[in-house]
């Protein structure tokens, strides 16, 4: 055997000995309790916390604010939904997703499905007898009956995050957190899709230009509008300044869900504050409010529904609202659209995630102070009225407090963004390019995810950065435009290295499908391993393999690791690859990129199956 297949195979041992195990490890509860999503119970007398690391289901009597039990769970969870007065569905776990159904007075907890990926957005439809689950990572919706069987799959947009059914019964309305194509054109962004639920057919919404980061989606009473939270990006611009949302944005999009439209994009910003990362969304029981939590300021945002359609109506009859908007296309760029009609209230803590509206009250989930914040909403001014510690006071590791510092905006000029505002869910990717400027301007490049970024030197495409720890400090300075001490910055790091892959969801029971295997084999003799060689597949050199364009032809890019790539679309430097196949054919002049032009459609297809599988 040739000396650079040995070298494969057994770097290929290491990562299935050493990945491989950490990648199917269940997490475990940790000391931090997490708080993620909240329900509340059809009487509003029980809010339902699912506690993400702590791995319970906590039980809260909405009148007293106190901790009536805890429920242990098998897996993380993910999501809830009521099945009855007594049972709650519950979503958990990762790559070897469960479906649960919990009694919530004997805490009897049963597994009703079994080996989703990342499953979430828990529906229950009473009316038909089914159930609805995210099937993240396979970008579905899994129709099931009530006992967990499988009736139909639903395919959908790029990794479907939040669901919610119409009053009526008629709909469903999925909010997907990423943008599915090429990063390379002059549109990108991440969808809503509508599914009847009598046909199952699926109708698509697209959003603003840079729409992503998708959270969450409510439907009003109604069931005339929908509200997705999201973060709305601007980039299409240089990162030359921050200030007045020229990177990022964060908003709130308007759905008319009988007509099947969107019908705009409000931003939460004000002219010189951000109000990054919204998330949960919910409309009061009496329809005159809406409110969005915002998880990068750690305040809520309580807008007056009547006001805002008023407004929404005005500016589409082409009469002026404010200084920038008179008509309907202003309304995304206008920071000042909603500067009457909303009111923005501190919930301190941090984290601030999940919220649910029971009476007059808001219950908001604060993700790392382990806590409930209450907010009053029965005055003219809503104000915070309680807190219901989740726990005991847990010191913060150095990985949990740079995950803090990860997801806060307060790190940041004028608080527009965070970390996770181009690397969502856990350090990873947007699917946008962006024109930063340690490479010089007019070179866009696409997000990279973070995943081994301490392990594989250097950083950013071009290795502009000689290491993550550099990349990390850049960043701050010259993305989030602070000065922030070193402490921050390493904390970060440590959060960055506690990073673990996920198993692939083109993966049968954790191994290599038959075409992987067979791809295996290609992979080595195409000539893959002699760059994407080792554990982390990459060997830490650069190479010009001809995907230069213009100023950057000729120019040597590092070689990126292929571990999760399958989560990592589009691909290539500028992002105008698609697929893994485009990158292996389309884009690969000369057998540059490896020896592909001689292959068999089943061997092209069986190299990708093996890639994605990584």
């Excluded at 199917?24 to 506690?51: N, R």
């Excluded at 195409?526 to 982390?536: D, L, Q």
């Excluded at 999760?564 to 002049?589: M, Q, S």
Aim: glycine share 8%.
């Amino acid at each position: 055997m040739p000396k650079l297949l040995v070298v494969f195979w057994l770097g290929l041992l290491v990562w299935e000995s050493h990945f491989g195990r950490a990648r199917t490890a269940d997490a475990g509860a940790s000391e931090f309790k997490s708080p993620m999503h909240l329900l509340v119970s059809e009487d509003q007398q029980t809010l339902f916390v699912c506690e993400t690391t702590g791995q319970t289901l906590a039980v809260i009597d909405t009148e007293s604010r106190g901790l009536r039990k805890r429920i242990r769970l098998p897996e993380n969870p993910t999501g809830a939904a009521i099945l009855d007065s007594n049972r709650l569905l519950v979503t958990a776990g990762a790559a070897d997703g469960v479906v649960l159904e919990v009694d919530v007075e004997s805490s009897k907890v049963s597994s009703i499905q079994h080996g989703l990926h990342a499953p979430v957005a828990p529906v229950v439809d009473a009316k038909r007898k089914r159930i609805y689950v995210a099937d993240r990572y396979r970008s579905s919706i899994v129709v099931m009956g009530l006992d967990g069987r499988v009736i139909e799959r639903v395919a959908v947009s790029r990794e479907p995050c939040a669901a919610v059914m119409t009053p009526d019964g008629r709909a469903l309305v999925v909010a997907h957190e990423l943008p599915d194509g090429t990063a390379d054109g002059q549109y990108l962004a991440a969808k809503v899709v509508l599914i009847d639920l009598d046909s199952l057919h699926t109708v698509t919404l697209e959003l603003p230009n840079g729409s992503n980061s998708l959270r969450d989606v409510c439907v009003d009473a109604d069931g005339r509008f929908a509200y997705v939270t999201h973060v709305l990006a601007r980039y299409r611009l240089p990162t030359t300044q921050l200030e007045r949302g020229w990177m990022n944005t964060n908003a709130v999009t308007v759905i008319d869900v009988p007509e099947q439209r969107v019908v705009n994009t409000v931003l939460l910003d004000e002219i010189d504050r951000g109000a990054a990362n919204p998330w949960g969304v919910a409309v009061d029981g009496g329809g005159s409010r809406l409110c969005v939590a915002h998880a990068g300021t750690q305040e809520i945002s309580v807008i007056d529904r009547a006001d805002l359609h008023h407004r929404l109506n005005e500016v589409a009859a082409g009469r002026r609202v404010t200084e920038v908007s008179n008509q309907a296309k202003n309304v995304p760029n206008d920071l000042a659209f909603l500067a009457e009609a909303r009111q923005r209230i501190d919930v301190k803590g941090n984290g601030a995630r999940s919220l649910v509206i029971f009476g007059d009250t808001v219950a908001v989930a604060m993700f790392f102070t382990d806590e409930i914040a209450f907010v009053d909403l029965s005055g003219t001014n809503p104000k915070q009225v309680g807190r219901l510690k989740l726990g005991d006071d847990v010191e913060m590791t150095p990985q949990r407090r740079g995950e803090m510092f990860f997801h806060d905006a307060s790190l940041c000029f004028q608080t527009w963004q965070s970390c996770s505002s181009c690397h969502p869910s856990d350090g990873r990717v947007d699917g946008l390019n962006w024109d930063l400027l340690n490479d010089g301007i007019g070179n866009p490049k696409n997000t990279k995810s973070l995943l081994l970024s301490h392990q594989t030197p250097p950083a950013m495409a071009l290795g502009v950065r000689a290491n993550a720890e550099a990349a990390v400090r850049a960043g701050i300075r010259h993305i989030q435009f602070a000065v922030r001490p070193e402490a921050d910055a390493s904390a970060i790091d440590q959060y960055l290295k506690s990073l673990r892959p996920m198993p692939s969801p083109h993966r049968i029971d954790g191994e290599l499908s038959e075409a992987a295997q067979r791809g295996r084999e290609v992979f080595a003799t195409s000539g893959c391993i002699h760059c994407h060689a080792g554990p982390n597949f990459t060997e830490g050199n650069a190479y010009d393999v001809g995907t230069g364009l213009n100023r950057e032809r000729g120019k040597r890019f590092d070689t990126p690791s292929l571990v999760e790539v399958w989560r990592t679309a589009p691909y290539l430097h500028d992002g105008r690859a698609a697929t893994i196949e485009d990158v292996l054919v389309k884009f690969n002049e000369n057998d540059r990129h490896g020896r592909t032009s001689e292959l068999s459609d089943e061997q092209v297809n069986d190299l990708v199956a093996y890639v994605l599988s990584l």
